[in-house]
């Protein structure tokens, strides 16, 4: 039922990689860091960028430039957990140049939605990589209606048709840039 609420995804567990908030507002949370970005129109959406590429992951930047809290499906570092996870979908360019595609199966666990505050941001980083080659983004799923968030968090299991049909039409979606997985040499 959980996926159906945030779309396909893939959680990452990232036991050297961390998830981070950051913001020099300390009553926040403690890995919470302001954006820099105050000047930000208040409808401004959600970006999702890279930040950072090694041979075994990319790292994302999303930034919530808005002047609310968005609502994703992580589990923030500041809850304890040794293990961060965060929901996700990777996509691939599909070959027939029809867009992108969700790239290979979701997972069983999708951690509740948090509050990302205003003017924040959170890093993450794939902990495994595609292996074919071809061209790749992330998605993510999340929520602006806190009132929707409420609704999620209290009746998760609960919910009746027209309370899905209420999150499932309150979901947006926020893309990266693509990154690419090249054909390996022959040596």
Not at 36 to 57: C, F, H, N, Y
């Amino acid at each position: 039922m959980l996926i159906r609420l945030v779309g396909p995804t893939v959680a990452i567990v990232a036991l050297s990689q961390s998830c981070n908030i950051r913001s020099s507002n300390p009553p926040l949370q403690r890995n919470i860091e302001r954006s820099g970005a105050e000047q930000t129109a208040p409808s401004a959406a959600p970006t999702l960028r890279i930040v950072g590429r090694s041979k075994d992951t990319v790292r994302f930047e999303l930034r919530n430039s808005s002047n609310h809290s968005i609502f994703v499906s992580y589990v923030p570092t500041d809850t304890g957990s040794d293990t961060t996870f965060l929901g996700y979908t990777l996509e691939a360019k599909s070959t027939d140049n029809n867009g992108f595609l969700q790239y290979g199966e979701g997972f069983h666990h999708v951690p509740n939605l948090h509050p990302i505050p205003a003017q924040s941001i959170v890093t993450f980083s794939l902990v495994q990589m595609p292996v074919e080659p071809g061209e790749y983004r992330v998605r993510i799923g999340y929520y602006e209606d806190e009132n929707v968030y409420k609704m999620i968090s209290e009746r998760l299991t609960s919910m009746n048709d027209s309370e899905r049909k209420t999150a499932d039409e309150a979901r947006k979606y926020v893309f990266s840039e693509p990154f690419s997985i090249p054909v390996k040499s022959s040596e």
